[in-house]
């Protein structure tokens, strides 16, 4: 069955600093990928999405993720923090049959001011 | 352009009632999408459906759960004699078309359901 793995249930950072997560996946077929950030009392919402081209995709609010279909990773990354980006960050991906998302665990971003 | 739509936000049944939960999808949108969230859990797919149609609920458990989404009105997650262990977030998306190659799920606010 496929999965998500998100090696980070806790990151702490404090303002600027770089951004790093991590998300491997196990499906080695064609796949569709994305991550989402839930912050404080509001819904989940797609911060970027890869389907084909450039692996390398900008998202909004300054993230980008890199797809290495070599290492099944799809990491996020952003090169200086801000207190804002304290949220919860999930990465997805589309399952066989394009019916459905397969989440990871999550990762919990905290930015301290 | 109102988002996905979900209420209850909140719902405390005692073990052994019905629960149902509602969802609205997007204007314009025909295929809705049912994750729960487990504490401490990422949301795991429950079930995919189209107006009238239910596509997918591989992720539905066999027993309790339903599923709807009539031609008029809101889809309908119904959990039979509730038990302690149904307690999560339930989360609703919907899409403008099928699957989520090319066709990004929009969420709602969930509705946290408690059993006590």
């Known amino acids: 069955a496929q999965s998500v793995s998100q090696h980070n249930h806790h990151v702490i950072l404090s303002e600027a600093a770089s951004l790093e997560l991590g998300c491997n996946y196990s499906y080695g077929g064609t796949v569709n990928l994305f991550w989402y950030v839930q912050y404080p009392g509001q819904h989940l919402q797609l911060l970027l999405k890869y389907f084909s081209g450039d692996p390398l995709v900008k998202g909004i609010k300054g993230f980008e993720a890199e797809f290495i279909k070599s290492k099944f990773s799809f990491n996020l990354r952003k090169p200086s923090v801000q207190w804002s980006d304290t949220a919860e960050y999930f990465c997805?991906?589309?399952?066989?049959?394009?019916?459905?998302?397969?989440f990871g665990k999550g990762t919990t971003l905290s930015v301290s001011s | 352009n109102a988002g996905v739509m979900q209420n209850p936000r909140h719902l405390v049944r005692r073990r052994g009632q019905e629960a149902r939960l509602r969802c609205s999808p997007m204007?314009?949108?025909?295929?809705v999408y049912w994750y729960r969230q487990l504490p401490e859990e990422g949301l795991k797919f429950m079930v995919y459906?189209?107006?009238?149609?239910?596509?997918?609920e591989s992720g539905m458990p066999k027993e309790r759960f339903s599923a709807e989404f009539p031609k008029e009105g809101p889809s309908i997650l119904r959990i039979q004699q509730v038990v302690r262990g149904d307690s999560a977030a339930y989360f609703c998306a919907s899409s403008l078309r099928q699957g989520t190659g090319d066709h990004e799920q929009y969420f709602g606010p969930g509705t946290r359901l408690t059993v006590t």
């Open positions: 459906l189209q107006k009238e149609n239910i596509i997918d």
């Open positions: 997805a991906v589309s399952n066989q049959a394009g019916t459905a998302l397969i």
């Open positions: 204007k314009g949108h025909s295929h």
